[in-house]
């Protein structure tokens, strides 16, 4: 029995190896930072002496977190924003929806750093913030920070948020 190439199995030898390029090539490579993001699923609550802000969190995909920050007070619920995490070809990018900010339309921070649990995206076009950073902590604790340059002067807004579920 003669094992080559021939006209004959030409098509389907060309055929077999264009479908597994097409299948290698289509493969999204897994994003080592954005599985990092994971440990951000579940609710976070922020405590205070008459209400609470929250913060849910869900993975759509493997390439999108699904988020909602709201206030509870005085057994009313306020949606404050909207949240996302999404990776893609250009990177990975946190872009929350604020109703009444930048017209209700969304901003994008890129991912800038990674650094253990230790997430910080940037927007430098943006007014304020320009910096958003995410850093959990033990004890499923989880600091949220925004920073930037507001009327000339760096400020800084910390939230510190502990999981519920």
């Known amino acids: 029995m003669k094992i080559g190439l021939s006209t004959k199995n030409f098509p389907f030898i060309l055929s077999s190896l264009l479908i597994l390029i097409f299948a290698f090539t289509s493969c999204k490579k897994s994003n080592p930072a954005f599985e990092s993001l994971s440990q951000i699923e579940g609710t976070w609550v922020m405590r205070f002496d008459s209400s609470a802000v929250y913060e849910k969190w869900e993975k759509v ?5 699904s988020g909602s920050s709201f206030e509870v007070s005085n057994g009313d619920s306020i949606l404050t924003e909207t949240l996302k995490i999404v990776s893609n070809e250009e990177g990975i990018f946190y872009i929350p929806t604020v109703s009444d900010q930048n017209d ?4 994008a921070f890129k991912m800038a750093v990674q650094e253990g649990n230790t997430f910080i995206f940037e927007n430098p076009k943006h007014d ?3 910096n958003i950073t995410y850093q959990f902590l033990e ?5 949220a920070t925004v920073s930037g ?3 000339d002067e ?8 502990s999981k519920v579920k």
Request: aromatic content about 14%.
């Open 128 to 130: 304020f913030p320009t």
């Open 154 to 161: 760096m400020r800084s807004l910390e939230f510190d948020f």
């Open 149 to 151: 340059m507001l009327n």
């Open 139 to 143: 004890g499923n604790k989880l600091k």
């Open 104 to 107: 209700g339309l969304p901003v």
């Open 61 to 65: 995909n493997d390439t999108l977190f």
